[in-house]
């Protein structure tokens, strides 16, 4: 990468550190009671295939291997909104949020070797809950509305190196520091004014280390296979009164093949596995999966695909189960110096005791000076 | 247009409509528990803390009768209060027009006395009794003083009920009349003659009276006093040799000014008997001179390290009933104190640190005075003096409570506390 690259990279970084603080993904009412929803590491592209064409999305700050065909300096961001309907049986919740969850500047450097830096979501942590209860106090009931709020995230700061071993054979790797924080607010409101309305604010800030590594083969003449895998440490979290929690992170592995019969049809599917168990008691392995496809050339193509597995965190015996699809296009503006995806995924969630569906509306952008 | 260009801008609108769908945001979802609610929950602890007040005074002196808002007048078995009051003087003659001859005071045709009448129980038959006092009076003059001129037939009588059923609330013989104004104070105007209310030059016109008071029950009101401004005022109907002529203003037409004055009381106050009780190891509030008790908090580290307060109530235990009739009822109140000093501790003016409730006569209840916001201050300053004042509003009212001190074994003064511990954060 070459200094004014390097430039171009520190400004766009500086630009967006203004929303790093939002850089959250998807937030799930299930992983209220856990460390969080896991984040995607996807782009608009391949999350408008279900994620299925990621691993081999230089844009997606997921396979480091998959860095290793890119020519030229690139910068990519994406924002989300998303509406989320809650369904509780007898209770129900429209909920709207927006997002900015990615942010990546690849570029090659010398002797074929190529580098990004960027950030992700690795556990979104926003959420506001209200609870109405009443409790007894002073020999009278009094009733009382809580208000519980969390808002940030812990973000993945990933710095990755891939290169090309042979022309069948890529090899990328990347360290990942885990850090963010929350800002997190309690209250209690009376209705009795008698009492006062108590409330609590904490900014809890997160901390860990990981390393991923991965593989991406062309075994065959429009085919192509990827593997990889992370481990992280433990996530750390600490208030101002020093460490509160250490919770071991999970192991993570996954496959993923790309099939490209003709030049304008591409096909893909991964499928990847989470040990979250090791992080709290009532965490679960996960094991989700996705098949996409993307028809067309660089200007308006069609992306589908649809994805399903389970989340980490929830209530119960068993984890909620997740299902999806999405629909997306782009189109290359600037002489092919910059690009603009769209896309629309559809979610539904599944655990004891809720039905969670999630419409997100994303718009990438990409910029190759 | 190109087709591409059509495409780009049917995207441009697209992301348009998505950064507009992105501008809002809401994310509260009922927390439906303990599924799904965050862990950690909102400890609200409730206790009474018994130990916590202590080093408690009691002082007198704070408000003297002649100070008192109001004026009290009762007569009820085991407290008599009479007021007594002394008017200003008056010029000794007038000036008509450009005349700059003295024209002095020749007689005097009638006197109106005003009265307001600022507070009274339910009755029948309130009847005041106006007497003529001598005009040495002053904050020293206790009831004994006056008892022989107390003891002489009044002046003059005047029942308030009747003249409030009368029509137009006037007496045509006497021309006293009353006025109800707003807020419900009775305004009583009362006639008296020259013999009644003579001119004497040597006095300036100065004149003293006192108020007595009785009824079929209760008899226990109270009159404004000069400090709130609605204190008892005369008017003189004055005759002025006029060019040799003498002047007798028409009493219900506007007179002239140089002709009718209207001095406010150079002195008033009331005198009762019996005295207020002496200080005692209680916690005494009100009587006259009004007394003031001081409670020292030394809150427990649990309190002032990781709780907010949400209600806190002083809780006091009356050594006995309030003695008197409703019209007594006075506010207790608790304040701050900005700096603790003893009995001059100078009280804080924040309405927020300070709490009241009414104590009625008769109720032996233990009283609850809320003093959240208090101590709530008492927590976020840990500067501040951790003492209270309680003290009577209006202050320099006759009735007094009493208060078991922190010295009792069982009954001591208490803050009841209801707090919310520290949350959990960060803790999955």
């Known amino acids: 990468m070459s200094g004014r690259c390097l430039v171009v990279a520190g400004l766009w970084l500086g630009l967006w550190s203004g929303v790093a603080s939002d850089a959250r993904g998807q937030d799930a009412q299930f992983s209220i009671g856990g460390l969080g929803t896991p984040g995607r590491p996807e782009g608009v592209r ?9 691993p081999f999305d230089a844009a997606s700050p997921h396979l480091e291997a998959a860095l290793a065909d890119v020519t030229r300096l690139t910068a990519s961001a994406m924002g989300t909104t998303s509406h989320r309907d809650l369904d509780f049986g007898t209770t129900q919740a429209a909920l709207r949020v927006s997002r900015f969850p990615l942010l990546l500047v690849s570029g090659g450097l010398r002797r074929g070797w190529v580098g990004s830096l960027g950030f992700s979501t690795y556990l979104d942590r ?7 209860d009443t409790m007894d106090l002073r020999g009278q009931p009094e009733a009382f509305t809580d208000d519980l709020s969390s808002e940030g995230a812990v973000t993945d700061l990933r710095v990755a190196l891939a290169r090309r071993l042979t022309r069948c054979l890529a090899f990328g790797a990347g360290l990942h520091v885990l850090v963010g924080s929350t800002r997190e607010q309690v209250s209690r409101n009376f209705a009795n004014p008698s009492y006062s309305t108590s409330v609590q604010r904490t900014e809890v800030f997160y901390d860990g280390l990981g390393g991923s590594a991965s593989l991406m083969a062309d075994p065959l003449a429009g085919v192509r296979a990827a593997l990889w895998a992370r481990s992280d440490s433990r996530l750390i979290t600490e208030t101002d009164d020093g460490e509160t929690a250490r919770s071991d992170l999970p192991l993570q592995a996954g496959a993923a093949l790309h099939w490209q019969p003709r030049p304008f049809s591409r096909f893909a599917a991964s499928v990847s596995w989470a040990g979250w168990s090791v992080s709290t008691s009532d965490a679960f392995d996960t094991v989700n999966w996705s098949v996409g496809a993307e028809v067309g050339g660089s200007s308006l193509p069609l992306r589908l695909g649809v994805r399903g597995g389970r989340l980490p965190f929830g209530p119960g015996a068993e984890a909620p189960t997740e299902l999806g699809a999405a629909i997306g296009t782009g189109v290359r503006i600037a002489r092919g110096r910059g690009a603009l995806d769209l896309g629309v995924e559809y979610l539904e969630r599944e655990g004891p005791g809720l039905r969670e569906t999630v419409w997100t509306v994303m718009v990438g952008v990409a910029i190759r000076p | 247009m190109s087709r591409p260009g059509r495409r780009a801008r049917v995207l441009g609108r697209l992301l348009l409509l998505a950064g507009a769908a992105a501008c809002t945001e809401e994310i509260t979802a009922p927390g439906v528990c303990p599924d799904y609610c965050p862990p950690g929950q909102i400890t609200v602890r409730d206790t ?59 007689g005097v045709d009638s006197l109106r006395l005003a009265l307001i009448l600022v507070r009274r129980d339910s009755t029948t038959n309130l009847t005041l009794r106006i007497h003529r006092l001598p005009l040495v009076l002053d904050s020293t003059t206790t009831l004994a003083d006056l008892a022989a001129d107390f003891a002489a037939p009044p002046l003059r009588t005047v029942n308030v009920d009747s003249l409030l059923a009368a029509p137009g609330r006037r007496d045509s013989v006497t021309r006293d009349s009353v006025a109800v104004e707003v807020g419900g104070a009775i305004t009583i105007l009362v006639g008296l003659d020259s013999a009644q209310a003579p001119y004497v030059v040597a006095d300036s016109g100065r004149l003293a009276f006192g108020v007595t008071v009785a009824a079929d029950s209760l008899a226990n009101i109270a009159l404004g006093s000069g400090e709130t401004g609605s204190g008892p005022r005369v008017s003189w109907f004055l005759r002025i040799d006029s060019a040799g002529v003498d002047t007798i203003p028409p009493i219900d037409t506007v007179p002239p000014v140089s002709r009718v004055v209207n001095p406010i009381a150079e002195f008033d106050s009331f005198v009762f008997d019996p005295p207020a009780a002496a200080l005692d190891s209680t916690l005494a509030v009100g009587g006259v001179p009004a007394a003031r008790s001081i409670l020292r908090a030394d809150l427990p580290e649990f309190l002032r390290d990781s709780t907010q307060v949400l209600r806190a109530t002083l809780v006091l235990v009356p050594t006995g009933p309030l003695l008197g009739t409703p019209a007594d009822s006075f506010f207790v109140s608790a304040v701050g104190v900005e700096t603790d000093i003893g009995a001059k501790s100078p009280l804080v003016s924040d309405s ?57 074994a069982t009954l001591a003064p208490a803050l009841h506390v209801t707090y919310v511990r520290r949350f959990p954060f960060g803790v999955p």
């Open chain 1, 46 to 54: 391949a999350r408008s295939t279900g994620g299925a064409f990621a």
């Open chain 1, 126 to 132: 926003s959420y506001r809950v209200r609870i109405t």
């Open chain 2, 48 to 106: 009474v803390l018994r130990a916590v007040l202590g080093r408690d005074s009691a002082f007198r002196g704070y408000v003297q009768a002649h100070d008192a808002a109001q004026l009290y007048a009762t007569s009820l078995p085991g407290r008599e209060s009479r007021p007594i009051f002394r008017t200003l003087p008056i010029p000794d003659g007038f000036r008509f027009g450009s005349d700059t001859t003295l024209r002095p005071i020749v």
């Open chain 2, 352 to 408: 927020l640190r300070r709490g009241s409730t009414l104590v009625r006569p008769g109720a032996l209840d233990t009283l609850r005075i809320e003093v959240t916001g208090l101590v709530q201050a008492w927590l976020a300053d840990t500067a501040a003096p951790t003492a209270l004042m309680l003290r009577q509003v209006p202050e320099g009212s006759l009735p007094e409570v009493r208060f078991q001190p922190s010295a009792h």
